[in-house]
């Protein structure tokens, strides 16, 4: 089993910055994916993007690619999402989420990872 805590949400402006941090326990590995989801009202829980550990890739969805990296530190317990020029659509509920894995490309579908964090909000507003 392993346990993650999302941090880091808030109200924001249009063009501001904001960082959240995804906290691992338990039984975590150096083979694994960590992953960023958002969920808006009414929308369907979407991939924003992720991390392997090993070999240390990221994939981003288009939406954000340019504007959020996702970094995770040497513990192989926690990953940033840092996300610049924040826009209203960006607006949601955030999941980090977890999976083992030996796969290079990062999984992007909430089905193939079974561990999730409590979701933490960002609003983009004026």
């Known amino acids: 089993q392993v346990q993650l805590v999302e941090s880091g949400g808030g109200l924001v402006q249009p063009g501001d910055s904001l960082r959240l941090s995804c906290a691992a326990s338990?039984?975590?590995?150096?083979?694994?994916?960590m992953g960023w989801f958002r969920q808006a009202p009414g929308k369907e829980r979407e991939f924003v993007g992720g991390?392997?550990?090993?070999?240390?890739?990221?994939r981003y969805a288009d939406a954000v690619k340019g504007r959020f990296i996702i970094s995770s530190d040497h513990t192989m317990n926690s990953m940033d999402l840092r996300m610049n020029s924040l826009k209203p659509e960006d607006t949601a509920t955030y999941y980090c989420?977890?999976?083992?894995?030996?796969?290079?490309?990062?999984?992007?579908?909430?089905?193939?990872?079974?561990?999730w964090g409590q979701g933490t909000q960002v609003t983009v507003a004026s």
């Open positions: 989420a977890y999976r083992y894995s030996l796969q290079t490309i990062v999984a992007a579908t909430t089905a193939q990872y079974p561990y």
């Open positions: 338990g039984r975590t590995t150096r083979d694994y994916h």
């Open positions: 991390i392997s550990w090993s070999p240390g890739s990221t």
